[in-house]
C-alpha cells in the first residue's frame, strides 16, 4: 500500500515561495510584491491559483491587499517571543540624575567605529538632508541678505502655514498663528515645562521613557512620577487618574505616539479617555509628537491635541527624525498660554535660526514630503522587520521584544536579574553601542533591559553586532 504524502496543493508551494522571499530579505517589509498575473504566469498556474495563493498569505499575515494597488509585505509579528510585560514603577515621585551615565553613552554612539545601535539618529542616506541642502542654497543666494537677521519669534509664517496645514490633515485645527518654531523638539519642550512648571513640582510619565525627557526634568528641577505602561497600549489609565488623585502633579508629558522606547500606538480611544482623567484633575497635557509621521501602517495617528481639541495640551514636534537633525527645526501648539509661551521663546533663544526655516518652508512647499514619507517609513519597518528576525534568532529564549508600529527603538527585556549594564560594559569592549534600560528611568528599574536603534540603513555589520550581543546575552545567563 502506497504510504506516501500527497503533494501540497500549487497554491501553498506557490505561497511558500513568496515567503522565502520574504525571509531571504528580496521581499521587504513595505514592498509590493509581484502582481498575481506576472506571478502566475512565472509560475505556470493559473491566476485563481496565484491568487489563492496571495490569499492564504494575507491570512498568514505576510501580505496585506491595498485597493487597486496590489498585495504588499507586511510587518512580521514574531508570535513566538511574547511582549514585554506592563511596567510597575514604584508609585512615588522621584528626583531625576541620569545625564552622568547619559553623556558616556552619548560619547560612543556618536563614534562611529562602534556599531551605531545607540542612539535614535537616522541614517543621513535615509533623510531628505541634501534636497534640503539644495534649497537652503538657493535661500542663500536669492534671499541671504533678507534672512541675515533676527527672525520674528514666532517663526517663518511661511513655514508655520505649512506646519498648519499638515495639522488639519490630522483633525488638527491649529491656525499658523498658534505655532511657534523651536531649535528642536527639545526646546519645545523645555519651553511647554516652563510654562506649566516650577523647579521641584511633579510630573508624571510613561514608564520607560526616553532618556533625553528625563534629562530635561533634570535640568528644570523636577521629579518624575512614572506611570505603568503597557508595551502594547500605552499608559494605564486608572493608575494614572489613581497617581493624579493621590498627589499635586504640575503636567503629564507623553509621548503621543510610539513612544521611545517602547513604540507603542495607544488608540485614540484611550487618548480621549487619558485626556478626560487629565481635565478632570486639572493636569495639562504636554505631547511629543516626533515619531507621529513613522507609522508602518496605512495611516498616521492623530495627536492628542486633535482628538481633544478643548482640552489643555501643548504638542511639541520637529522634523529632526523624517528630514534633517541637523537643522534643529521644532515646533510647539497650544491652544492656550500663548502670551507665557512666547515670551519664554524670547527669553530662551530669541528667535530661530531665520534661513534655515525659509529653506526648510520652500521644500515643504515645493511637495514631495509625502513621498519622502513613504519611503522611510517602508525603511524603517523593514529596519525594525530584520532587527526582530536577528534578535528571536540570537537571543535567549526567555527574551521578550516589543512589536513596533512605528518610530525605530527595539526594547528588550531579557530574565529577571539580568544585568544589561554588564552586558553594555562587554559590548563597548567589542566596539557595539547599545542603551541600556537603566537609562529610561528615573527610579532604577529596567536592569534586566536594554534599547536597541534601528534607525540606521540595515548592514552585515548591524546583524553580525546584533547576533555577537545574543551571543553574550547567553553567555551571562550560564
Given at each position: 500500500m502506497d504510504q506516501r504524502t500527497p503533494d501540497p496543493p500549487l497554491y501553498e508551494t506557490l505561497a511558500a515561495q513568496i515567503e522565502t522571499l520574504i525571509e531571504s530579505g528580496v521581499l521587504r517589509v513595505g514592498m509590493r510584491a509581484p502582481s498575481v498575473r506576472a506571478f502566475a504566469a512565472q509560475h505556470g498556474g493559473s491566476l485563481t491559483t496565484?491568487?489563492?495563493?496571495?490569499?492564504?498569505?494575507?491570512?498568514?499575515?505576510?501580505?496585506?491587499?491595498?485597493?487597486?494597488?496590489?498585495?504588499?509585505?507586511?510587518?512580521?509579528?514574531?508570535?513566538?517571543?511574547?511582549?514585554?510585560?506592563?511596567?510597575?514603577?514604584?508609585?512615588?515621585?522621584?528626583?531625576?540624575?541620569i545625564s552622568n551615565p547619559v553623556f558616556s553613552v552619548l560619547a560612543y554612539a556618536s563614534d562611529p567605529s562602534y556599531a551605531p545601535l545607540g542612539c535614535t539618529i537616522p541614517s543621513t542616506s535615509l533623510l531628505a538632508a541634501e534636497r534640503l541642502d539644495r534649497h537652503l542654497a538657493r535661500c542663500a543666494r536669492v534671499h541671504g541678505r533678507n534672512y541675515n537677521i533676527y527672525a520674528d519669534p514666532h517663526g517663518d509664517a511661511e513655514l508655520r502655514g505649512q506646519i498648519s496645514a499638515r495639522a488639519l490633515r490630522l483633525g488638527h485645527a491649529v491656525p499658523p498663528d498658534g505655532i511657534l518654531i523651536t531649535n528642536g523638539?527639545?526646546?519645545?519642550?523645555?519651553?511647554?515645562?516652563?510654562?506649566?512648571?516650577?523647579?521641584?513640582?511633579?510630573?508624571?510619565?510613561?514608564?520607560?521613557?526616553?532618556?533625553?525627557?528625563?534629562?530635561?526634568?533634570?535640568?528644570?528641577?523636577?521629579?518624575?512620577?512614572?506611570?505603568?505602561?503597557d508595551p502594547a497600549s500605552g499608559v494605564d489609565v486608572t493608575a494614572l487618574d489613581k497617581a493624579l488623585g493621590a498627589r499635586r502633579v504640575a503636567a503629564c508629558l507623553l509621548a503621543s505616539s510610539f513612544n521611545n522606547p517602547l513604540g507603542t500606538r495607544t488608540s485614540d480611544a484611550r487618548k480621549a479617555e487619558i485626556t478626560r482623567v487629565l481635565t478632570r484633575h486639572g493636569v495639562p497635557l504636554i505631547e511629543d509628537d516626533i515619531y507621529g509621521d513613522i507609522s508602518f501602517g496605512a495611516d498616521r495617528p492623530r495627536p492628542f491635541a486633535a482628538i481633544s481639541p478643548k482640552a489643555d495640551i501643548i504638542l511639541c514636534s520637529s522634523f529632526s527624525k523624517t528630514i534633517a537633525p541637523g537643522y534643529r527645526i521644532g515646533w510647539l501648539a497650544a491652544n492656550r498660554r500663548h502670551d507665557q509661551i512666547l515670551a519664554a521663546k524670547f527669553a530662551l533663544s530669541l528667535s530661530g535660526a531665520a534661513l534655515p526655516q525659509k529653506a526648510m518652508a520652500d521644500f515643504l512647499t515645493s511637495g514631495g514630503y509625502d513621498a519622502h514619507l513613504r519611503r522611510i517609513r517602508q525603511a524603517f519597518a523593514d529596519n525594525v522587520d530584520r532587527m526582530r528576525r536577528t534578535v528571536d534568532r540570537s537571543f535567549p529564549k526567555a527574551t521578550r521584544m516589543t512589536d513596533p508600529k512605528g518610530g525605530f527603538a527595539l526594547w528588550l527585556e531579557l530574565p529577571r536579574g539580568f544585568d544589561a549594564d554588564a552586558l553594555y560594559v562587554r559590548a563597548i569592549r567589542e566596539r557595539i553601542c547599545f542603551v541600556p534600560g537603566s537609562l529610561f528611568t528615573a527610579s532604577g528599574g529596567y536592569r534586566n533591559c536594554l534599547r536597541l536603534s534601528c534607525s540606521t540603513e540595515w548592514s552585515a555589520r548591524i546583524e553580525r553586532s546584533v547576533e555577537r550581543l545574543g551571543e553574550m546575552a547567553e553567555e551571562m545567563l550560564g
Amino acid at each position: 500500500m502506497d504510504q506516501r504524502t500527497p503533494d501540497p496543493p500549487l497554491y501553498e508551494t506557490l505561497a511558500a515561495q513568496i515567503e522565502t522571499l520574504i525571509e531571504s530579505g528580496v521581499l521587504r517589509v513595505g514592498m509590493r510584491a509581484p502582481s498575481v498575473r506576472a506571478f502566475a504566469a512565472q509560475h505556470g498556474g493559473s491566476l485563481t491559483t496565484a491568487l489563492q495563493a496571495y490569499r492564504l498569505l494575507e491570512d498568514r499575515g505576510a501580505l496585506e491587499a491595498r485597493p487597486k494597488s496590489g498585495f504588499y509585505v507586511t510587518p512580521r509579528t514574531h508570535q513566538d517571543r511574547a511582549l514585554p510585560a506592563p511596567s510597575q514603577p514604584p508609585q512615588r515621585a522621584t528626583q531625576v540624575s541620569i545625564s552622568n551615565p547619559v553623556f558616556s553613552v552619548l560619547a560612543y554612539a556618536s563614534d562611529p567605529s562602534y556599531a551605531p545601535l545607540g542612539c535614535t539618529i537616522p541614517s543621513t542616506s535615509l533623510l531628505a538632508a541634501e534636497r534640503l541642502d539644495r534649497h537652503l542654497a538657493r535661500c542663500a543666494r536669492v534671499h541671504g541678505r533678507n534672512y541675515n537677521i533676527y527672525a520674528d519669534p514666532h517663526g517663518d509664517a511661511e513655514l508655520r502655514g505649512q506646519i498648519s496645514a499638515r495639522a488639519l490633515r490630522l483633525g488638527h485645527a491649529v491656525p499658523p498663528d498658534g505655532i511657534l518654531i523651536t531649535n528642536g523638539c527639545t526646546e519645545a519642550l523645555n519651553i511647554a515645562l516652563s510654562v506649566t512648571t516650577r523647579p521641584g513640582d511633579t510630573v508624571a510619565i510613561e514608564s520607560p521613557t526616553y532618556f533625553g525627557l528625563l534629562q530635561v526634568l533634570e535640568a528644570r528641577g523636577l521629579r518624575a512620577l512614572e506611570l505603568p505602561t503597557d508595551p502594547a497600549s500605552g499608559v494605564d489609565v486608572t493608575a494614572l487618574d489613581k497617581a493624579l488623585g493621590a498627589r499635586r502633579v504640575a503636567a503629564c508629558l507623553l509621548a503621543s505616539s510610539f513612544n521611545n522606547p517602547l513604540g507603542t500606538r495607544t488608540s485614540d480611544a484611550r487618548k480621549a479617555e487619558i485626556t478626560r482623567v487629565l481635565t478632570r484633575h486639572g493636569v495639562p497635557l504636554i505631547e511629543d509628537d516626533i515619531y507621529g509621521d513613522i507609522s508602518f501602517g496605512a495611516d498616521r495617528p492623530r495627536p492628542f491635541a486633535a482628538i481633544s481639541p478643548k482640552a489643555d495640551i501643548i504638542l511639541c514636534s520637529s522634523f529632526s527624525k523624517t528630514i534633517a537633525p541637523g537643522y534643529r527645526i521644532g515646533w510647539l501648539a497650544a491652544n492656550r498660554r500663548h502670551d507665557q509661551i512666547l515670551a519664554a521663546k524670547f527669553a530662551l533663544s530669541l528667535s530661530g535660526a531665520a534661513l534655515p526655516q525659509k529653506a526648510m518652508a520652500d521644500f515643504l512647499t515645493s511637495g514631495g514630503y509625502d513621498a519622502h514619507l513613504r519611503r522611510i517609513r517602508q525603511a524603517f519597518a523593514d529596519n525594525v522587520d530584520r532587527m526582530r528576525r536577528t534578535v528571536d534568532r540570537s537571543f535567549p529564549k526567555a527574551t521578550r521584544m516589543t512589536d513596533p508600529k512605528g518610530g525605530f527603538a527595539l526594547w528588550l527585556e531579557l530574565p529577571r536579574g539580568f544585568d544589561a549594564d554588564a552586558l553594555y560594559v562587554r559590548a563597548i569592549r567589542e566596539r557595539i553601542c547599545f542603551v541600556p534600560g537603566s537609562l529610561f528611568t528615573a527610579s532604577g528599574g529596567y536592569r534586566n533591559c536594554l534599547r536597541l536603534s534601528c534607525s540606521t540603513e540595515w548592514s552585515a555589520r548591524i546583524e553580525r553586532s546584533v547576533e555577537r550581543l545574543g551571543e553574550m546575552a547567553e553567555e551571562m545567563l550560564g
